[in-house]
């Protein structure tokens, strides 16, 4: 028996000298993470494979490959993928470049077992000072809500909010290209004392239904019932819950503001203060406008045909079928046009029935007709509790010089006292610092959710819940 484990132990050992080495760095910038993969095999000889998860390229083999006691290079010919990275000192890390078509990326990569998820400074890590749980509740239509409830420690009641999206399907945190920021929101206030509820939107993560089905109503509705279920928890003060709404969850927050006696105060994050129609034309031109190449020409002439479809979907009532007089108004107008505006505005070879094909789509849905019909002088000239409106100077969305203006002098309109208006310089829509602004830009910057604003979020809210 002594022998035979010996014999083993000779065996084995060649074999475990012998194996392959699997090395990996990862390095990202702005949204955009490159992971290399170095494998030696026993007989000394190397691959290399690339992936980019954000450019869908799943660890495709490089096609040539050189090492050096300095470095690593490579390359991917198919994927035009060039790669030439640096060893540091400690041979722990890489600084590198990698080139795709003609974008750039400079890496500072660090060694790691696999793919890692997006790392920003901003998204809040562990350890948590507060507790977290997944809960559920039911809101209409038999719709189950999921989501996190962020709790202080300590001796309660506290007072708490609810966070509430903006449009389009987002998760609980609002996660968007690995930023989350309203897991950061939610962090800063229940590390201020406060109870946040954030939840998945309809058909998104763990809350069922289809988003694609629902209106804004339906969303207030859905936020309505998380302030029930929050009015159920023994660790709330039930004189003390607030809405928190981003974009179109501004206009629910001021929705819910008006109509809801539970709401005790109002934060509306860009949210929209003119009516339907003019925010439609508002951020369609603001878009256009910070679009590169396009002159104030070319916008005048997309903005001429847009406010044209514009007007006639907000003109037809609800009950009324919308194709037939939105076609004779696009008709009318391609009619007016000469061959130069409709060759500026895509509309030649046949493209201007595509594009009518897919707006007539989108504007006979229920949100879109609910939405362009959306007034504000409804909800906000009946709110009587506080309100505090944010908005970046850089919001290509919802532009802040409009809809600050509007909610300020509805608000006024309707005696309301206690509010703070607040925009801020150099921020775009998500709340960013930007440089371009863009919509484009969003997912490459690295801040998540500005300081500034949380901390002006946090000391009003500190006074509001005395």
């Excluded at 003609?102 to 660090?110: A, K, V, W, Y």
Aim: hydrophobic fraction near 35%; charged fraction near 20%.
């Amino acid at each position: 028996m002594f022998y035979l484990k010996i014999t083993v132990f000779i065996i084995l050992f060649p074999l475990l000298t012998q194996a392959q080495t699997r090395q990996c760095w990862q390095g990202q910038q702005g949204s955009k993470r490159v992971l290399v993969e170095l494998i030696t095999t026993p007989e000394g000889n190397h691959q290399l494979f690339f992936t980019l998860p954000e450019a869908w390229v799943n660890r495709v083999e490089a096609d040539s490959l050189a090492i050096t006691p300095n470095g690593i290079s490579g390359s991917r010919n198919p994927e035009n993928i060039r790669f030439n990275g640096t060893f540091t000192s400690n041979r722990d890390s890489l600084s590198a470049t990698l080139t795709q078509y003609n974008q750039t990326l400079h890496l500072r990569m660090g060694r790691v077992d696999s793919l890692q998820p997006h790392y920003y400074p901003q998204n809040p890590r562990p350890p948590y000072p507060y507790q977290s749980e997944e809960v559920t509740y039911t809101s209409c239509d038999s719709i189950h809500v999921s989501g996190t409830l962020t709790l202080p420690r300590g001796k309660g009641p506290f007072p708490a909010v609810i966070i509430v999206s903006g449009t389009g399907k987002q998760d609980r945190d609002g996660t968007f290209a690995g930023h989350k920021p309203f897991f950061r929101i939610a962090d800063y206030l229940s590390r201020q004392g406060f109870i946040v509820l954030r939840t998945d939107d309809r058909g998104t993560g763990k809350t069922n239904g289809v988003y694609e089905e629902a209106t804004t109503s339906d969303f207030a509705r859905d936020a309505q019932a998380g302030i029930s279920y929050l009015k159920t928890r023994r660790e709330t003060d039930t004189h003390r819950i607030g809405i928190i709404g981003h974009s179109e969850g501004g206009q629910v927050a001021f929705m819910l503001g008006a109509e809801s006696p539970d709401v005790a105060f109002v934060i509306s994050l860009a949210g929209v203060g003119v009516d339907g129609l003019q925010i439609l034309k508002l951020q369609n031109e603001a878009i256009l406008t910070t679009t590169p190449g396009m002159t104030p020409e070319r916008v005048a002439q997309f903005m001429s045909v847009f406010n044209t479809l514009f007007d006639k979907v907000h003109a037809t009532p609800l009950d009324q079928p919308l194709e037939q007089p939105l076609r004779e108004a696009f008709d009318q107008w391609v009619a007016r046009q000469d061959e130069t505006t409709l060759k500026a505005v895509n509309f030649d070879n046949g493209r201007g029935d595509m594009f009518f094909s897919r707006y007539l789509y989108q504007a006979q849905g229920r949100w879109y007709r609910e939405m362009i019909n959306y007034d504000p002088e409804r909800y906000i000239p009946r709110i009587r509790k506080p309100v505090l409106a944010l908005n970046g100077d850089k919001d290509i969305m919802v532009p802040s010089r409009e809809n600050l203006a509007s909610i300020k002098q509805l608000l006024d309109k309707g005696g309301n006292k206690h509010y703070r208006i607040v925009e801020l310089p150099g921020l775009n829509h998500m709340f960013q610092r930007c440089v371009t602004c863009t919509r484009e830009e969003i997912p490459e910057l690295e801040d998540v959710f500005s300081e500034e604003a949380l901390q002006i979020m946090g000391s009003w809210l500190e006074k509001v819940t005395k």
